[in-house]
């Protein structure tokens, strides 16, 4: 069930401050890469985050039935008619989507996506795959690029290339995890060409490991082609933000290359350790911009719903500024996100609740 609504109820430095909680303990790579950032498409980035895994938690941890997909799709419709819930995330998610003029079909495809999820969907074709992850990473890039005042299709297109490389990475580390729990992202037409059931996925022999190694690579092979079209959309985001978005290219690009390396995605997950990852982030911090070179080239057919999308949003001028408290000093967001927790503490248990 829905949330009550609480359109009165402003953005405050506590929501923030939860948003940022949320990506420090569910993406160390995403946390990493953010810090990169400008604070003013850090805190918004954070929203985002925070949004996309509290529907990916809701479709995991609350069966992923239709009643999951409902209430999301109710809550985002509360966003964006300016009546939140009475809960940080869609606060936030609210306050960004208005400010950075986010097209309500961005989120909802993501939701969509999280759907096809829920139902166990599988997928015949490669192009299959990426309309799914067109979906469910795609809508990412894209949403951070609007936040980085970028809404050039070409630029945008670029972003939808990387979350579609991002997704098919994190669909080959996990392959094995995923078969095992009864999911199966690889393409039913490999299976079918090489023999190979969704059931051997989970558990292979030795012959049918070297095919799902195969395919594997392949996947990779692919996600390579589109981190490469990347490139350009990153050379045209604003400058201080494009070290970020590098390091977030490289650090994904590098469980790729784990697998490569002969990590075995059925039986083990590929791991960057904590010091690689600070060692990429400087590396990206350090890297010069990319060329230009390909920034035209057209979006995937996958995508291109999704430019398509921005293309469309009527923009209305905005005269106001970022909230103060996005650019407070961290010290100052832990302190008020102590004494927001104390309060918490105080106030009948039913209020916390609905604080997250």
């Not at 306050?95 to 999280?114: M, N, Y």
């Not at 990319?290 to 923009?315: I, Q």
Request: charged letters at 25%.
């Amino acid at each position: 069930m829905p949330l009550p609504s609480n359109a009165r109820s402003p953005l405050t430095p506590r929501d923030c401050a939860q948003c940022r909680q949320s990506i420090r303990q569910g993406s160390h790579s995403f946390f990493i890469a953010s810090l990169l950032l400008p604070v003013e498409v850090r805190e918004p980035a954070y929203a985002i985050y925070a949004f996309c895994r509290m529907a990916d938690d809701m479709i995991d941890q609350a069966g992923g039935g239709p009643e999951a997909i409902a209430e999301l799709t109710a809550r985002l419709d509360n966003i964006y008619r300016g009546r939140p819930a009475n809960h940080f995330v869609d606060r936030s998610f609210a306050e960004t989507v208005a400010r950075f003029a986010i097209p309500q079909a961005i989120p909802a495809a993501l939701i969509e996506g999280l759907a096809w999820d829920a139902a166990g969907r599988t997928y015949d074709t490669l192009g299959d795959l990426e309309n799914y992850a067109a979906r469910v990473a795609g809508t990412v890039g894209v949403m951070m690029t609007l936040v980085m005042a970028r809404r050039d299709p070409f630029v945008l297109a670029r972003a939808a290339d990387l979350g579609v490389a991002m997704q098919l990475t994190n669909i080959a580390r996990d392959i094995g995890e995923d078969a095992r729990a009864g999911r199966n992202y690889l393409p039913e037409e490999w299976l079918r060409r090489e023999g190979l059931s969704k059931i051997a996925v989970a558990n292979p022999d030795d012959a049918q490991s070297d095919v799902v190694r195969r395919m594997t690579l392949r996947l990779l092979d692919r996600a390579e082609f589109l981190y490469d079209r990347a490139l350009p959309g990153i050379a045209e985001l604003p400058a201080d933000c494009r070290r970020g978005i590098q390091a977030s290219r490289l650090l994904y690009h590098a469980i790729g290359d784990e697998i490569r390396a002969g990590v075995d995605p059925v039986h083990e997950r590929a791991i960057i350790s904590k010091r690689r990852k600070v060692a990429l982030a400087l590396k990206a911090a350090a890297m010069p911009p990319p060329t230009l070179d390909g920034l035209s080239r057209p979006a995937l057919t996958a995508t291109r719903f999704l430019v398509d999308a921005v293309e469309a949003e009527v923009l209305a001028p905005r005269v106001d500024t970022l909230p103060p408290w996005w650019r407070y000093d961290a010290r100052v967001v832990r302190m008020l996100q102590l004494l927001g927790a104390f309060k918490a503490r105080r106030e009948p248990d039913g209020v916390a609740q609905l604080e997250g």
